[in-house]
């Protein structure tokens, strides 16, 4: 992937999980990136450390690296007990990336927001990005995360600043200390034989360079399409997206062009030639199959009518990111529970699964966290994990795929493969030190 123009980059958050990755992939591809952060963690770039709340900091790191592209990436991680902070980085910290932005006369802003912005509690199937947040949050961390996406997509084309907010589900990867961290956690407590709910609930996670790679397409695409552009964009609608093959791998439907040889005494005509096209695994196939949209489908034609194309600008849009393959909620957890024993020689997994119901875990939950205010420490199991362990959370991602040219390049099973040797190495060298 070659960027559309020879942007300058400035990663803010780029000493962060998510950040380091999008740096990575920026140098991967021999682009000019500096990093604007708290703490410096790597040396292979240049580093600016401020506060991301003052707009006369972020301006300072803009001069001095020449940005034409902010990715802002920084955020407080998920989970801790403090509002105000999750505000003065979130939307403090958004306000001043945005103020210095148009001061230096900066393009492209990307933002990396979050797919829980619009969880409300309950079950989410197959939505898209014309769910707005919820009325109330779920908790500080969503509401800062919801409000600073408000901003970026508000200041979009004002002061000659283009800006995309991207929303990551369920993020994981090498380099996590959150996600698996708490997994881990469970794991050493020899808790891996409960379960709260019945694990039919589907949920979306996004590898991390799937996400870093997103965040490249958006900026690469951060500027208005021609009036061609977007006419081909609508030509591409009319037929359907292929299947994401990335852990399950391609698959074929067997036609009179492409299918195996059966059982039979003379070839039938033309035999050769389709079954070397099912042998073939770079074959075609027949021409593409038409999209079938109805009226409340978001790319159909009266929507976009309705909505004068916008959705097909990357410029003012949020787009959800996932990999694109929902699984039920307790399987990863199991993967790597599984992947711990195989390593550290235990059979914690051996024991049979214990589900409780979501009412009895909410109980326990509100019991456990009333124990941790009790004796003033911070609660593992809560209301909002239990909430979260049980409902649906899959996002349609089809616009990122048309608009972005989104595709998931890594695939669960080979993800959650490198996040565990990771984690592993990680865990064993921290041990020996």
């Given at each position: 992937m070659v960027a559309s123009s020879r942007d300058v980059y400035l990663v803010i958050g780029g000493s962060g999980f998510l950040g380091r990755h999008i740096v990575e992939a920026l140098l991967a591809r021999k682009d000019t990136v500096s990093v604007f952060d708290i703490v410096q963690r790597h040396h292979d770039v240049p580093f600016y450390s401020g506060d991301i709340s003052e707009e006369g900091q972020v301006s300072d790191a803009l001069r001095k690296s020449g940005a034409t592209c902010i990715i802002h990436t920084a955020s407080p991680p998920h989970?801790?007990?403090?509002?105000?902070?999750?505000?003065?980085?979130?939307?403090?910290?958004?306000?001043?990336?945005?103020?210095?932005?148009?001061?230096?006369?900066?393009?492209?802003?990307?933002?990396?927001?979050?797919?829980?912005?619009?969880?409300?509690?309950?079950?989410?199937?197959?939505?898209?990005?014309?769910?707005?947040?919820?009325?109330?949050?779920?908790?500080?961390?969503?509401?800062?995360?919801?409000?600073?996406?408000?901003?970026?997509?508000?200041?979009?084309?004002?002061?000659?600043?283009?800006t995309v907010a991207l929303r990551p589900s369920g993020l994981f990867g090498p380099g996590d200390r959150q996600v698996f961290a708490g997994l881990f956690e469970v794991y050493q407590n020899n808790q891996t034989h409960f379960q709260i709910g019945d694990n039919t609930n589907l949920f979306d996670w996004t590898y991390v360079e799937?996400?870093?790679?997103?965040?490249?397409?958006?900026?690469?695409?951060?500027?208005?399409?021609?009036?061609?552009?977007?006419?081909?964009?609508?030509?591409?609608?009319?037929?359907?997206?292929?299947?994401?093959?990335?852990?399950?791998?391609?698959?074929?439907?067997?036609?009179?062009?492409?299918?195996?040889?059966?059982p039979c005494v003379t070839p039938p005509p033309n035999a050769e030639t389709f079954t070397a096209h099912w042998n073939d695994p770079n074959y075609?196939?027949?021409?593409?199959?038409?999209?079938?949209?109805?009226?409340?489908?978001?790319?159909?034609?009266?929507?976009?009518?309705?909505?004068?194309?916008?959705?097909?600008?990357?410029?003012?849009?949020?787009?959800?990111?996932?990999?694109?393959?929902?699984?039920?909620?307790?399987?990863?957890?199991?993967?790597?529970?599984?992947?711990?024993?195989?390593?550290?020689?235990?059979?914690?997994?051996?024991?049979?699964?214990?589900?409780?119901?979501?009412?009895?875990?909410?109980?326990l939950a509100s019991g456990a966290e009333w124990w941790a205010w009790l004796v003033g420490k911070k609660p593992g199991f809560t209301r909002f994990r239990v909430t979260f362990s049980c409902v649906w959370r899959c996002h349609n991602i089809e616009k990122a795929r048309r608009v972005l040219g989104y595709e998931p390049q890594v695939g669960m099973e080979e993800g959650l493969r490198k996040t565990l040797e990771w984690w592993v190495a990680d865990k064993q060298k921290s041990q020996k030190a």
């Open positions: 989970g801790m007990d403090d509002p105000a902070l999750y505000w003065k980085v979130n939307v403090d910290g958004t306000k001043a990336v945005i103020a210095a932005a148009v001061a230096n006369g900066v393009s492209k802003l990307v933002y990396t927001s979050s797919a829980g912005v619009v969880f409300n509690g309950h079950s989410l199937i197959n939505i898209d990005e014309r769910l707005p947040p919820p009325p109330k949050a779920m908790d500080a961390y969503n509401e800062s995360k919801a409000k600073a996406e408000e901003m970026v997509l508000e200041a979009n084309s004002k002061g000659g600043l283009y799937n996400a870093a790679y997103a965040h490249l397409l958006a900026a690469d695409r951060l500027r208005p399409l021609s009036t061609e552009e977007v006419a081909e964009l609508k030509e591409q609608l009319r037929y359907a997206l292929p299947y994401i093959t990335c852990t399950t791998g391609a698959r074929k439907m067997p036609t009179s062009e492409c299918r195996p040889l059966g075609a196939g027949n021409a593409p199959k038409p999209a079938v949209r109805g009226r409340f489908d978001p790319l159909s034609a009266t929507a976009l009518e309705r909505d004068d194309d916008a959705p097909l600008q990357v410029a003012g849009q949020v787009f959800f990111i996932t990999n694109g393959e929902p699984m039920y909620f307790w399987d990863v957890p199991r993967i790597a529970w599984r992947f711990f024993d195989e390593h550290f020689g235990t059979d914690k997994t051996k024991r049979s699964i214990i589900t409780l119901p979501k009412e009895v875990g909410m109980v």
